[in-house]
């Protein structure tokens, strides 16, 4: 029987778990997520007169790769034991829903007209998935408190 996944196998670097090729098969969709969003937003800066639909279908496309990385993430969180897949299934829910929440927010102040700086046209991609990452951060660090 194979050796359950660990979070600290490819979340804390200089633990004794830690497994830089393991790490690199869990984030690598992520990575070439990143790389593709910033290339299809350098693309895009040059070409002004592109359609609408072009320019909007070619910042999707992002998305590819990032739901292979969700695939890829939901794979190793099925590979750990009961109480960890817990934990991480509780995060990423608290994560999500909360990004949706707040996306919410954003959106419905923007409607009536509030500044809100950067963030006049809502949540980019990239603003999305920070704020997810950051909320599971905050969601693994409660779930883990929890179950101590």
Known sequence: ??????????LQP???HYSFKKDL????????????????????????EWSPLTRGLLTLTPMIPGVLY?????RFIRGMDELQRRIQMEAWLFAALATVIIGTVINNLNA?????????????LLDAFALTFVLW??????ANRRYK
């Open 1 to 10: 029987m194979n050796k359950p996944n660990l979070i600290e196998s490819v």
């Open 14 to 16: 200089c633990s004794e």
């Open 25 to 48: 098969r869990l984030n690598a969709w992520m990575m070439v997520a990143t790389a593709v969003y910033v290339a299809i937003l350098a693309l895009l800066k040059q070409h002004p």
């Open 70 to 74: 969700v695939r890829t993430c939901l």
């Open 112 to 124: 009536q007209g509030v500044e809100l700086g950067l963030l006049k046209h809502g949540l980019s």
């Open 137 to 142: 951060l905050v969601g693994t660090a409660r």
